[in-house]
Each structure stands twice: as structure tokens, then as C-alpha cells.
């Protein structure tokens, strides 16, 4: 199989903070890989995001319970060249 990029993966960007001592995952961004399966989310504050992508997302991600389900990792730091 070759390593091929896809495009039109839909991809969210979630943050969790603590509300009352339960956590709570809020969608920060969302977008679709381009042709080279590259994909940009603008407009993120600082912090720490877990990233959800697949053909449909259904919201799972913020339906869980805990961070088993983390499909992946970003970190933004300001004013850094992107």
C-alpha cells in the first residue's frame, strides 16, 4: 500500500477544561484535509487540543468519559512560525 494523502478527512480540534471537578470537551475548530492531506485550523487560543478525524464524526469524542479515546495530539504555541 502506498502512502497516498487523503483529502476531505473531516477533522475537529477538542480542548477539556474542569467544570465543578468534571471534565468537559468543547470543540475549539473544525476543517477538511486539502488534496495533499494537510489541514490548518485557525484561530486557536494557546493550550492543549486532541484532534478527532474520520470520513463522518458523530461526536463521540465528547461523549466520553475519559481520554482513552484520544485519537491524536497538537500543541500551539504562540508566536511561533507555523
Request: net charge negative; no cysteine; proline share 5%.
Amino acid at each position: 500500500m502506498r502512502d497516498e494523502p487523503i483529502e476531505g478527512v473531516h477533522v475537529v480540534a477538542l480542548a477539556v477544561h474542569i467544570d465543578d471537578g468534571r471534565k468537559v470537551w468543547e470543540q475549539a475548530g473544525r476543517t477538511r484535509t486539502d488534496e495533499d492531506g494537510e489541514f490548518r485550523i485557525s484561530n486557536l487560543t494557546p493550550g492543549t487540543y486532541y484532534l478527532e478525524a474520520g470520513p463522518k464524526l458523530r461526536s463521540s469524542f465528547l461523549n466520553a468519559r475519559s481520554a482513552t479515546r484520544q485519537l491524536g495530539f497538537a500543541a500551539y504555541y504562540a508566536g511561533t512560525p507555523v
